[in-house]
C-alpha cells in the first residue's frame, strides 16, 4: 500500500430492477444470524480491511434516507443531482470529491453499493496492493468485479469520464498497463443484485 485508501460508493440508483428500491438499504446477513443493510456492510468491510474513510453517492429518490444512513456509519456524501445520466455521472462526482476533499490518500475503492458480499480478505488484498498509478480489478474466475482500485493519479480521468464513451471503463482500457488483476477466491466480487431473485 502506498498512502491511504479510501472508498468511493456509488448509492444514487434508484433499484427499478429490483420494484424501487434503495438497494444501499436492503439488508444482508452479517455472517453472526444478524443483519445489517448493504451500505453497512461495505462500510464495515472497508474499515476492517484498512479503508474507513470515503464519500457515499447518493441521489433522487432514495437520497435523503441513504445519506442519513451514510452520515451514521461515519461516511460523507455527494449528491449527483441527475443520476438518470448513468453509473458514470456518479464515478465522476465521487472522483471529484475524492480528489479535492480526500486529496491525501494515495488510491480509492470504487465500489458499487450492490455488491455487498465481497469477503474482507479480498478487500484486505486491495488495500495491501494499492498504489498511485494502479488499477486492481478483483477477479474471481476469470471475470472481473468490484471494488476496483484507482491510483490518485487516476483520479482527475475518473473525475471527467462522464464524458467518455464508456465512463470509467475508458479510463482502465487508456491505461491498459496499469492494470493489475488480482484473482480471488471470492465470488462476492462479481455478484451483484439487480432483481429480487439475486438477494437468495
Known sequence: MNGEVVVVILAAGAGRRMGGVAKALLETDAGSGESETFLG??????????????VV????????????????????VVENPDPDRG????????????????????????WPVDHARVSLATVALLVADSGPDRILV??????GGHPTGFGRHLWPEL?????LPRGARSVIERHAGSVLRLEVDDPGVT???DHPDDLG
Open 191 to 193: 455478484a451483484d443484485v
Open 57 to 76: 453517492v447518493v441521489g433522487a429518490p432514495y437520497g435523503e434516507r441513504v445519506a442519513a444512513v451514510a452520515r451514521q456509519l461515519g461516511l460523507e
Open 41 to 54: 456492510s461495505i462500510a464495515s468491510t472497508a474499515a476492517h480491511a484498512g479503508a474507513g474513510r470515503g
Open 159 to 163: 473525475a471527467g469520464c462522464a464524458d
Open 138 to 143: 478483483p477477479t474471481w474466475r476469470g471475470r
Open 87 to 110: 453509473m458514470s455521472s456518479s464515478v465522476a462526482i465521487g472522483f471529484d470529491h475524492v480528489a479535492s476533499r480526500l486529496g491525501g490518500a494515495g488510491a480509492a475503492l470504487l
